[in-house]
T-cell receptor, first 114, second 114 residues
Framework: DTEVTQTPKHLVMGMTNKKSLKCEQHMGHRAMYWYKQKAKKPPELMFVYSYEKLSINESVPSRFSPECPNSSLLNLHLHALQPEDSALYLC?????????????FGAGTRLSVL | GNSVTQMEGPVTLSEEAFLTINCTYTATGYPSLFWYVQYPGEGLQLLLKATKADDKGSNKGFEATYRKETTSFHLEKGSVQVSDSAVYFCASQLGGTSYGKLTFGQGTILTVHP
């Protein structure tokens, strides 16, 4: 099973709302990633967790708050977003962050900020 | 630094035509190289990979060879199908302190007509 599951698939929120994106994998992977993808562009890395610790934050605005409660789960908490934050948010995982591994992606959450 | 340069396209082909999408990389070390495919409305799926020079990755009729001398990883398929219509991303990955970060090319939109 190489599945990374993301919920919800679609999300519409206002600029004053608080919402969360969820990502789950049961492959025993110890590295998990959040990417942001705008239309017709490649994914842009936002955060990397390695062994449940935040290892990389690519200068992401504080209105995005990641959380890794355990080795299978990754959340992205959203607050006071802007319309330009509308995008496809992709979660990915790989066995270990320090090695060159295959990274498996979820189907993504398509976020619209009104 | 690390970068991936990819033929942007878009590429439009007739069914059963030969496909080549060019990809070249620069890296400070010895990266693993990947081709990912993204179908409309979906996340990224690994298409094939190569981890060292002269490795050939292959899957679903697609092939790519890791050429260290030309720093290239061109994607080829001998006979494309309508179902191959998608966006194709070339990516490189270094180990160690990059924490598995994938460096993507800009993506190539492929459209195959019957």
């Amino acid at each position: 099973d190489t599945e990374v599951t993301q919920t919800p698939k679609h999300l519409v929120m206002g600029m004053t709302n608080k919402k969360s994106l969820k990502c789950e994998q049961h492959m025993g992977h110890r590295a998990m990633y959040w990417y942001k993808q705008k239309a017709k562009k490649p994914p842009e890395l936002m955060f990397v967790y390695s062994y449940e610790k935040l290892s990389i934050n690519e200068s992401v605005p504080s209105r995005f708050s990641p959380e890794c409660p355990n080795s299978s789960l990754l959340n992205l908490h959203l607050h006071a977003l802007q319309p330009e934050d509308s995008a496809l948010y992709l979660c990915a995982s790989q066995a270990q962050a320090e090695a060159k591994n295959i990274q498996y992606f979820g189907a993504g959450t398509r976020l619209s900020v009104l | 630094g690390n970068s991936v340069t990819q033929m942007e396209g878009p590429v439009t082909l007739s069914e059963e035509a030969f496909l080549t999408i060019n990809c070249t990389y620069t890296a400070t070390g010895y990266p693993s190289l990947f081709w990912y495919v993204q179908y409309p409305g979906e996340g990224l799926q690994l298409l094939l990979k190569a981890t060292k020079a002269d490795d050939k990755g292959s899957n679903k009729g697609f092939e790519a060879t890791y050429r260290k001398e030309t720093t290239s990883f061109h994607l080829e398929k001998g006979s494309v199908q309508v179902s191959d219509s998608a966006v194709y991303f070339c990516a490189s990955q270094l180990g160690g302190t990059s924490y598995g970060k994938l460096t993507f090319g800009q993506g190539t939109i492929l459209t195959v007509h019957p």
